[in-house]
């Protein structure tokens, strides 16, 4: 993601198809990866996680890829529903830093 | 929620007063976290605590200062507000200092007129 509100990215999906958003992170050093989703004003809710020690995860419906060659994060969301709209933040741990580092988020719509 | 609440969910103050936000959880959560929320710059970590009356700077500190006096409750305190400070605020919990997820509070709307 690169920004969030007005400049924020953006992906349109059928009801239905599958959707990727995708997230590049800052600290090589990081060893826990993190996806929230947040609806309109509300917090961030956690949707899945993963340690750098896998490459992908299952959840429900929703898959984290991990690349730490290239330090890239993605969230697969099969079979898209109307209640998925929201803006998507990934989120890295470790590294030195205490608390979350966030990304700017991405802003998923759903096209019925 | 996690069974966190912030206090004032809004709230529109003038430049130069003080502030203070108030999360309250019920978790018995060790670390608790003030994040700030802005178009443009996503979540951004402003302080915390890793215990009673043990709190740490984060990103964005300047202008802000916190307290714990018990486990359940983290204040963050604008001394004196400024339009800079115009966000959304967001209280977080967790369990360990690192490597683990945090719950979220429902944010609280702060508008410095």
């Known amino acids: 993601g690169e920004s969030v509100g007005l400049h924020l990215p953006t992906l349109s999906v059928q009801e239905g198809d599958n959707s990727i958003i995708n997230c590049a992170y800052s600290?090589?050093?990081?060893?826990?990866f993190i996806w929230y989703k947040q609806e309109s004003g509300k917090g961030p809710q956690f949707i899945i996680d993963?340690?750098?020690?896998?490459d992908k995860r299952q959840g429900q419906r929703v898959t984290v890829l991990l690349n730490k060659t290239v330090k890239h994060l993605s969230l697969q969301i099969a079979a898209t529903q109307p209640g998925d709209s929201a803006v998507y933040f990934c989120?890295?741990?470790?590294?030195?830093?205490?608390?979350?580092?966030f990304g700017k988020g991405t802003h998923l719509i759903i096209q019925p | 929620d996690a069974g966190i609440t912030q206090s004032p969910r809004h709230k529109v103050t003038e430049t130069g007063t003080p502030v203070t936000l108030r999360c309250h959880q019920t978790?018995?959560?060790?670390?608790m976290y003030w994040y700030r929320q802005d178009p443009g710059h996503g979540l951004r970590l402003i302080h915390y605590?890793?215990?009673?009356?043990?709190?740490d700077k984060g990103e964005v500190s300047d202008g802000y200062s916190v307290s714990r006096s018990k486990t359940e409750d983290f204040l963050l305190t604008l001394e004196s507000a400024t339009s800079s400070q115009t966000s959304v605020y967001f209280c977080?919990?967790?369990?360990?200092?690192?490597?683990?997820?945090?719950?979220f509070g429902q944010g609280t709307r702060l508008t410095v007129v």
């Open positions: 977080a919990i967790s369990d360990l200092r690192m490597n683990t997820e945090a719950f």
């Open positions: 978790e018995n959560h060790r670390y």
């Open positions: 989120a890295e741990s470790g590294g030195g830093a205490d608390g979350l580092t």
């Open positions: 600290n090589s050093a990081s060893d826990y």
């Open positions: 605590s890793y215990g009673v009356k043990d709190t």
């Open positions: 993963i340690r750098s020690n896998m």
